[in-house]
């Protein structure tokens, strides 16, 4: 492989990954994803029962299912092939993005040690072991966000959405750095998704889009040390769910300030950290933000490795070390966690707290002059 072979080297990935899919098996959130797409051939209802393997419930909007169809219809070796390779890839795609728009090289030996390495952080592993999508939204989120002047930008958040709702933060990032049209194709392709969903499925559609939608409980307890959103800290802090009105309160306003401050630095030509930190004012924001969510922790660290050595290494060892499971966890032990507890306990979105912190106090130290691509001032 040559020097700049970014794609051989993905190819690498993704073909190593598949095999270690392939071996392995089939994967619990795997399993419900094809249950799912079984649930749409049969015409069953998508929410009245649990997959029958796994016992866990099927939690996404119904368009999820309509795309999950296509796994349903292989072998469960194969399926788990399939889907791991296209996770490992769409990890090692995205560093080629970041890179790319850091205006930083990505030859093939760094995109495999990145890739490679990043398997050390719990969100990754933990993504990849469960059989989860958020590898493959993530990529689907940084090619729309670092080049939303492209015809089609937006139409693949729009589909993240679709899949997950949580990237309808996006949606309001663009509109605030003033591209309004990918905003649009996005809120299009979005509606669109849900329109899939009623056609497929319109009784299951009617019932996630009005008894489940706001139900936090159904994804699981919020209180897991595994959730690391807002909502999830402020369950454990007060040992049972917090009123509506606090957590919307609370994480709102989290939220919205990192969300601004992205706005802030992708206006300055700094797509990435903007991207990187609308990502974390959605894990934020989410009612629950599983471990396995933060693998938004990649290009975090991609980001911050331009900036600080130090720093970047201090947020790759929040999630290698996983100081989430340090205290007892689990069975609703996290009700009895101690003050100290809380806070490795927390330690995510802690690390997302000072991220976000940090990103809006350097904004102003630089308001005034104009930002490179990777943030410095010129």
Same mark, same amino acid.
């Given at each position: 492989?040559?020097?700049?072979?970014?794609? @051989?080297?993905?190819?690498?990935?993704?073909?190593?990954?598949?095999?270690?899919?392939?071996? %392995?098996?089939?994967?619990?959130?795997?399993?419900?994803?094809?249950?799912?797409?079984?649930?749409?051939?049969?015409?069953?209802?998508? *929410?009245?029962?649990?997959?029958? !393997?796994?016992?866990?419930?099927?939690?996404?909007?119904?368009? @999820?299912? !309509?795309?999950?169809?296509?796994?349903?219809?292989?072998?469960?070796?194969?399926?788990?092939?399939?889907?791991?390779?296209?996770?490992?890839?769409?990890?090692?795609?995205?560093?080629?993005?970041?890179?790319?728009?850091?205006?930083?090289?990505?030859?093939?030996?760094?995109?495999?040690?990145?890739?490679?390495?990043?398997?050390?952080?719990?969100?990754?592993?933990?993504?990849?072991?469960?059989?989860?999508?958020?590898?493959?939204?993530?990529?689907? !989120?940084?090619?729309?966000?670092?080049?939303?002047?492209?015809?089609?930008?937006?139409?693949?958040?729009?589909?993240?959405?679709?899949?997950?709702?949580?990237?309808?933060?996006?949606?309001?990032?663009?509109?605030?750095?003033?591209?309004?049209?990918?905003?649009?194709?996005?809120?299009?392709?979005?509606?669109?998704?849900?329109?899939?969903?009623?056609?497929?499925?319109?009784?299951?559609?009617?019932? *996630?889009?009005?008894?489940?939608?706001?139900?936090?409980?159904?994804?699981?307890?919020?209180?897991? @040390?595994?959730?690391?959103?807002?909502?999830?800290?402020?369950?454990?802090?007060?040992?049972?769910?917090?009123?509506?009105?606090?957590?919307?309160? %609370?994480?709102?306003?989290?939220?919205?300030?990192?969300?601004?401050?992205?706005?802030?630095?992708?206006?300055?030509?700094?797509?990435?950290?903007?991207?990187?930190?609308?990502?974390?004012?959605?894990?934020? $924001?989410?009612? %629950?933000?599983?471990?396995?969510?933060?693998?938004?922790?990649?290009?975090?660290?991609?980001?911050?490795?331009?900036?600080?050595?130090? $720093?970047?290494?201090?947020?790759?060892?929040?999630?290698?070390?996983?100081?989430?499971?340090?205290?007892?966890?689990?069975?609703?032990?996290?009700?009895?966690?101690?003050?100290?507890?809380?806070?490795?306990?927390?330690? *995510?979105?802690?690390?997302?707290?000072?991220?976000?912190?940090?990103?809006?106090?350097?904004?102003?130290?630089?308001?005034?002059?104009? !930002?490179?691509?990777?943030?410095?001032?010129?």
């Amino acid at each position: 492989m040559g020097p700049g072979s970014a794609p @051989a080297a993905v190819l690498v990935v993704v073909i190593g990954a598949a095999i270690a899919g392939a071996v %392995v098996g089939e994967f619990p959130d795997l399993h419900v994803y094809r249950y799912g797409g079984r649930a749409v051939l049969d015409q069953l209802p998508l *929410y009245d029962a649990d997959d029958p !393997v796994t016992g866990y419930p099927f939690t996404y909007p119904p368009f @999820a299912a !309509v795309v999950m169809v296509p796994l349903t219809l292989l072998p469960g070796w194969l399926a788990a092939a399939l889907w791991t390779g296209a996770s490992a890839g769409c990890l090692a795609v995205s560093v080629v993005v970041v890179r790319r728009a850091l205006g930083r090289p990505a030859p093939w030996w760094l995109v495999v040690g990145v890739t490679a390495g990043a398997l050390a952080l719990e969100p990754v592993w933990q993504n990849l072991s469960f059989g989860q999508i958020n590898l493959i939204l993530m990529l689907a !989120v940084l090619i729309d966000l670092v080049r939303p002047e492209r015809g089609t930008s937006g139409v693949l958040v729009g589909i993240a959405a679709g899949l997950k709702l949580t990237p309808l933060v996006f949606v309001v990032l663009l509109v605030l750095v003033g591209h309004r049209g990918a905003a649009r194709r996005a809120s299009l392709a979005f509606a669109g998704t849900v329109a899939a969903g009623f056609a497929a499925l319109p009784g299951s559609a009617a019932t *996630y889009w009005t008894d489940g939608l706001l139900d936090p409980g159904r994804v699981g307890p919020p209180a897991l @040390a595994h959730n690391q959103s807002v909502n999830g800290a402020l369950t454990r802090i007060l040992d049972g769910s917090p009123p509506s009105w606090l957590w919307l309160v %609370v994480a709102g306003l989290l939220a919205s300030a990192v969300l601004l401050a992205a706005a802030a630095w992708w206006r300055r030509g700094d797509r990435v950290l903007g991207t990187c930190l609308g990502a974390v004012a959605m894990l934020l $924001a989410a009612p %629950v933000a599983w471990s396995h969510h933060w693998v938004w922790a990649v290009p975090v660290a991609l980001v911050l490795w331009e900036r600080s050595r130090w $720093a970047a290494a201090a947020w790759t060892a929040v999630f290698v070390l996983r100081p989430i499971v340090w205290p007892p966890w689990g069975r609703g032990q996290e009700y009895d966690w101690r003050w100290f507890d809380h806070l490795s306990g927390n330690a *995510y979105l802690l690390a997302a707290l000072t991220v976000g912190s940090w990103a809006a106090i350097a904004l102003n130290r630089r308001r005034g002059g104009s !930002v490179s691509m990777v943030g410095r001032r010129e």
